[in-house]
């Protein structure tokens, strides 16, 4: 097993949920893996949820991240989709749970204002500066696997800040 600190970001959908696992070495953050989570849209939600679940087993036994990082959901105008949201949020706080895995929330902004500077910086400029911190010149991951890096890379960035700081 590879030396360093490794983190699990989860981009969290009921149709498709983002992943991204970085490694930290020596305070360089480097992609271990990245992907999408993508549930049977025909099935009910219950049996989506498991599948989600099962999945993020999977990627926790295989790659044994010692920390994870979720998006916070944001208050929607749709109240049935925020329910939603929350489900898919629920089962993958499940999974690392049942690990013991410590988790941190973020909000989208703030993932945004972490690693672009501004908390309303649009998709576009979040992916190349996760393709910028992870030295990776041309990525070809999804856009919910790109999101889930950002969150992976602002855990450990606000993770430094905080033993910097020693709050």
């Not at 972490?114 to 400029?125: H, I, Y």
Request: hydrophobic share 40%; with cysteine.
């Amino acid at each position: 097993m590879a030396e360093g600190l490794v983190v699990l970001g989860l981009d969290p959908g009921t149709r498709v949920t983002g992943y991204g696992i970085v490694r930290e070495l020596s305070g360089k953050a480097e992609l271990v893996d990245t992907g999408t989570i993508r549930t049977p849209v025909r099935e009910d939600m219950a049996t989506r949820m498991g599948v989600l679940f099962n999945r993020l087993q999977e990627l926790i036994r295989l790659h044994a991240p010692a920390e994870a990082a979720i998006e916070n959901v944001f208050v929607s105008k749709n109240p049935s989709s925020a329910l939603k949201l929350g489900q898919a949020r629920g089962a993958c706080m499940a999974a690392c749970a049942v690990h013991n895995i410590p988790m941190g929330e973020y909000e989208p902004s703030k993932v945004k204002k972490n690693l672009v500077g501004l908390g309303s910086a649009p998709k576009s400029q979040v992916a190349y500066m996760v393709a910028h911190c992870l030295g990776v010149k041309k990525p070809d991951w999804p856009e919910d696997a790109s999101d889930a890096l950002a969150i992976a890379i602002c855990h450990l960035n606000e993770r430094r800040m905080r033993r910097l700081t020693g709050v």
